[in-house]
Nanobody, 117 residues
Framework: QVQLVESGGDSVHPGGSLRLSCTAS????????LSWYRHSPGKGREEVAA???????TYHTSVKPRFIISKSVPANTIYLQMNDIQPTDTAVYYC???????????WGQGTLVTVSS
């Protein structure tokens, strides 16, 4: 069982930036899909960014081009660089990693991002 630990959530003003991190207890080198999701009241859970094993990046339309997903294989860590953060980005952010396309994957515990002026 892979353990995922997120960090980096904070309270920021509109227009600010944050970098979220998610470190896995095992290697992420061959994982099928690495993702960031968020959950907020009224919106439910949505995938905001994903990185495939081949390097393809996908983003929710509401975060393009402000958010960037990346990874460090030596550090077993994925990142979410969040720029020009808006109040609508307020949510708990979760990382998710899948070993194969049919696997349910593993979730982190979540990190809270709050945006207010």
């Amino acid at each position: 069982q892979v353990q995922l630990v997120e960090s980096g959530g904070d309270s920021v003003h509109p227009g600010g930036s944050l970098r979220l991190s998610c470190t896995a207890s095992k290697s992420i080198a061959i994982l099928y899909r690495l993702s960031w999701y968020r959950h907020s009241p009224g919106k439910g859970r949505e995938e905001v960014a994903a990185l495939s094993r081949t390097g393809t990046q996908t983003y929710h339309t509401s975060v393009k081009p402000r958010f960037i997903i990346s990874k460090s294989v030596p550090a077993n860590t994925i990142y979410l660089q969040m720029n020009d953060i808006q109040p609508t980005d307020t949510a708990v952010y979760y990382c998710h990693m899948k070993k194969t396309s049919w696997a349910s994957g593993n979730w982190g515990q979540g990190t809270l991002v709050t945006v207010s002026s």
